[in-house]
């Protein structure tokens, strides 16, 4: 089973940065698209961003293209979501997954999910 650990959440206010990391446990994930996805209390879980296995290509919601960048370094196992200009409608749990890749979006791959990071946004 595919086990990732999320860290890098917090509390920042409204225009601020974070960098959230995906760190995969006990399997190489260059061989997987991987996915950033988010659920707000009371929302279904949306797809935030996600990342081929090569190439670095890259597809964003919406709603946080300009915003976000998705990157990964297979050499440590880990990918990575650089959250800039964030805004009170960020705020959310934020979990990573293998990911099937459908061009402008992407689905989880597995229907397991890690504990997730929690980002608020807030002044």
């Known amino acids: 089973q595919l086990q990732f650990v999320e860290s890098g959440g917090g509390l920042v206010q409204p225009g601020g940065s974070l960098r959230l990391s995906c760190a995969a446990s006990?399997?190489?994930?260059?061989?997987?698209?991987i996915g950033w996805f988010r659920q707000a209390p009371g929302k279904e879980r949306e797809g935030v961003s996600c990342i081929k296995s090569t190439g670095g290509i890259t597809n964003y919601a919406d709603s946080v293209k300009g915003r976000f960048t998705i990157s990964r370094d297979n050499a440590k196992n880990t990918v990575y979501l650089q959250m800039n200009s964030l805004k009170p409608e960020d705020t959310a749990r934020y979990y990573c997954a293998a990911a099937w890749w459908h061009g402008s979006w992407c689905s989880a791959r597995f229907g397991s999910w890690g504990q997730g990071t929690q980002v608020t946004v807030s002044s």
């Open positions: 006990g399997f190489t994930l260059e061989y997987y698209a």
